[in-house]
């Protein structure tokens, strides 16, 4: 096993590139699966889950290309097979659920084993197969598994209960091949969703509506090929952000839209985090005495649910009492004992964290319990007395490309062994 040590109270200067979303470049490889032509992705983030999902489609036969050097994936799905996905690879990431929405459009019908994971909370997939149900599939759940059929899947209003991301990514893909209109009302409208839109949009398919609470998807008879680059990763963006607020350092963080990360430049700047907003950079000042603040997680355009472990280790250093609720996942708070293990002061309440800043944090062996709690953790470790060795890594690099050498670049003491 791997693990990340991290010595201290290193200042944090120099610049940071911002790799392609894992959030948004996931859903894009499941949606190739629509195309029977070759799709080449570029500026692709070399992660574990992308190489992941890209294992579960080459079960189902697609030909995939993945070029680590040039950060290329070209993707030929001519050649895809109705097979069941293995129960181990599915199991490994709640986005691989995502390819049940495209092979039940391709072939009418799909059965995959039921979704694992970051253990943040239930994440129900009930809203994809309603929104399936309603395009016509008959769905069968049962024995950890989950089968859909339908000879032909058509177009029809759906409304979600919550503004799912998943489900309004898996029900947009389905519906791009369905006969007739699906409206899908209620539906997510993260950066990403636009995203996918977009590069479904490229081969040909008739979307509406991306980035609004109302998707309007007329089906098409066939997708063709395209190459495509998607967005920049905001969450790794706001990591970076935050790295710099809590170590008190200035940092030039490259390749982000400031639309997309508008809700954590807001929190930061009410924290009096120096900003300066360049063309498609941020320019991040934390050698100032920071105020705490109340964070409440939202669906986007509110703030991220993704950001919120981060934020806790950096307001865990910051003088007085901010409150920090939880809104979209249950189970998100585990890093708070990690935290609390390197002498953080949080009281958990239910949905609700208080977090009193402390003078100093400490170095401790913890754990990685999740993707977001790992980054909580590498934030936390560079401003604690001492070493902090960090477990279970393998949960952020699901998420952050060479994490450790990125941070290393800009003045870490961070090793990896």
Do not use: W
Request: hydrophobic share 45%.
């Amino acid at each position: 096993m791997e693990n990340i040590i991290i010595y201290g109270g290193s200042k944090l200067s120099g610049e940071v590139n911002i790799s392609s979303a894992k959030n948004a470049i996931l859903p894009i490889i499941a949606a190739s699966i629509l195309c029977c032509e070759k799709c080449i992705i570029e500026n692709a983030p070399m992660l574990e889950d992308v190489f992941v999902i890209c294992e579960l489609l080459k079960g189902l036969n697609s030909s995939i290309e993945v070029n680590e050097k040039e950060n290329t994936i070209s993707i030929d799905n001519s050649n895809l097979e109705l097979f069941q996905p293995s129960s181990e690879l599915v199991r490994k990431m709640r986005a691989s659920f995502l390819v049940m929405g495209p092979m039940v459009a391709r072939f009418g019908e799909f059965k995959i084993s039921l979704p694992g994971g970051c253990n943040i909370g239930t994440r129900p997939i009930d809203l994809h197969l309603k929104g399936l149900t309603a395009l016509g599939a008959q769905i069968d759940v049962g024995h950890g598994y989950v089968e859909a059929k339908a000879k032909r899947l058509k177009g029809n209003n759906i409304y979600l209960d919550f503004p799912s991301v998943g489900a309004t990514e898996n029900l947009m893909m389905a519906a791009a091949l369905a006969d007739g209109e699906t409206v899908i009302e209620n539906s997510a409208e993260e950066p990403e969703i636009v995203d996918l839109a977009n590069f479904l949009n490229s081969m040909g398919a008739n979307i509406i509506g991306a980035g609004t609470d109302k998707l309007r998807i007329i089906g098409v008879k066939e997708l063709k090929k395209t190459k495509y680059k998607p967005i920049y990763d905001r969450i790794e963006a706001g990591t970076f952000m935050t790295a710099a607020a809590i170590t008190r350092s200035k940092l030039k963080i490259n390749n982000v839209n400031h639309e997309h990360v508008k809700p954590i430049i807001a929190k930061l700047t009410e924290m009096n985090v120096g900003i300066d907003l360049l063309d498609e950079s941020v320019i991040i000042d934390g050698n100032r005495i920071l105020n705490p603040v109340d964070i409440k997680t939202m669906p986007y355009p509110g703030f991220p649910t993704d950001m919120q472990a981060q934020m806790m280790a950096l307001l865990s250093t910051v003088k007085g009492t901010s409150i920090i609720t939880e809104t979209i996942f249950e189970n998100r708070f585990m890093h708070a004992a990690e935290l609390k293990r390197m002498g953080a002061n949080i009281k958990l309440d239910g949905r609700s964290a208080v977090v009193e800043g402390v003078e100093k944090l400490t170095g401790a062996e913890v754990k990685a319990t999740d993707l977001r709690a790992g980054a909580s953790l590498i934030l936390a470790a560079l401003v604690a007395d001492g070493y902090t060795l960090i477990g279970d890594i393998y949960h952020i690099d699901r998420g952050y490309v060479n994490i450790q050498e990125k941070f290393k670049k800009i003045g870490a003491n961070i090793t990896r062994i």
